[in-house]
C-alpha cells in the first residue's frame, strides 16, 4: 500500500509528537552553545580608517578627476598592503609570532563607496594582537609607500586609530543556538516521519479506505470502571463467563 501525506497529516504529526521535536530541538540548541563554549576559538577585531588625498602641486581646489584618482588608488593601496613586503615587515616588527598567510587572512580592506576613506581592520584570537597588527600594517604602509613615491606620495591620514575591543565578533551564540535548534528539529522530524511511514498497523477508518476495505463496525475497548460494572466477569479460577443473576 502506497502512503501519501498530505499537509494536513504533516500538521498531525508534529502536534502528536510536539513534545519531543520541541524538546530535541531544545537539545540541540543547547549541544551547539556547549559546542562554540568549548571548543570554537573567540575572534577579536581591531579597526582603524584612513583618509586618501593626492598630493598637488597646484593652491587651487581639487578638481573632480583628482578626487576619483584618489578614490581609485585606494584599490593599488589594498594590494600593496596585501603584499608580501609590507605584511613581512609587519610580521618582523612583531615578532615574526606569525605568518604570512596567517596575516593575510587575518586583514582587510575596506572602502568606503565613492569615497576616499578606507578602512584596516585585523581578526585574531587575541585583542592586542588585533591591535597591534593594524597599528604595524598603518606604519608598514606608509614607510611602503614612501619608498616607492618619494616626495610624490599621496596623502595618507589616519582618521581614527586601531580600535581596542575586548568584545569577540565571533563566533555568534545566536547563529549557533540557531543552526543546532534547526539540526534537532530536522533530526526528530525525520524520525517521527519514518516511523509513521513503517508503520503498518490499522490506527483510522481511512485506512481501511485507502486498503479498499468495507468498514462492517467497531469495537470499542472498555475502561477499567466499564469492566467492573459489566454483567460479565471473568472468574479468578479460569472458569467460562457466567451470567449474574
Not at 502528536?16 to 520541541?22: E, G, M, T
Not at 581639487?62 to 585606494?74: D, F, G, K, R, W
Not at 490499522?202 to 479506505?209: A, G, Y
Amino acid at each position: 500500500m502506497e502512503q501519501e501525506i498530505s499537509l494536513l497529516d504533516l500538521w498531525n504529526l508534529f502536534r502528536k509528537y510536539f513534545v519531543r521535536i520541541a524538546g530535541m530541538t531544545i537539545i540541540g540548541a543547547a549541544l551547539a552553545v556547549a559546542f562554540m563554549l568549548l571548543f570554537v576559538d573567540r575572534k577579536y577585531e581591531s579597526e582603524a580608517q584612513l583618509l586618501v588625498n593626492q598630493s598637488s602641486g597646484q593652491e587651487t581646489a581639487m578638481q573632480y578627476s583628482e578626487l576619483q584618482s584618489n578614490v581609485y588608488l585606494i584599490n593599488t593601496y589594498t594590494d600593496i598592503i596585501q603584499g608580501d613586503a609590507v605584511l613581512t615587515a609587519v610580521n618582523e616588527s612583531l615578532g615574526n609570532h606569525f605568518t604570512i598567510g596567517e596575516l593575510r587572512g587575518a586583514i582587510s580592506v575596506t572602502q568606503s563607496q565613492n569615497s576616499q576613506a578606507f578602512y584596516i581592520s585585523a581578526t585574531m584570537e587575541s585583542p592586542v594582537d588585533a591591535q597591534n597588527i593594524v597599528n604595524s600594517i598603518i606604519t608598514e604602509f606608509e614607510n611602503t609607500l614612501m619608498e616607492l613615491y618619494g616626495d610624490d606620495v599621496t596623502g595618507i591620514y589616519v582618521m581614527s586609530s586601531a580600535s581596542y575591543n575586548p568584545n569577540a565578533v565571533s563566533p555568534s551564540i545566536i547563529i549557533y543556538a540557531l543552526i543546532g535548534g534547526m539540526l534537532g528539529f530536522i533530526i526528530m522530524a525525520g524520525i517521527v516521519l519514518i516511523k509513521e511511514l513503517m508503520d503498518t498497523r490499522v490506527k483510522s477508518v481511512d485506512d481501511l479506505t485507502n486498503m479498499g476495505l468495507i468498514r462492517l463496525g467497531e469495537i470499542n475497548e472498555l475502561t477499567n470502571t466499564q469492566v467492573k460494572k459489566n454483567r460479565y466477569r471473568i472468574e479468578s479460577d479460569n472458569t467460562p463467563l457466567r451470567r449474574r443473576v
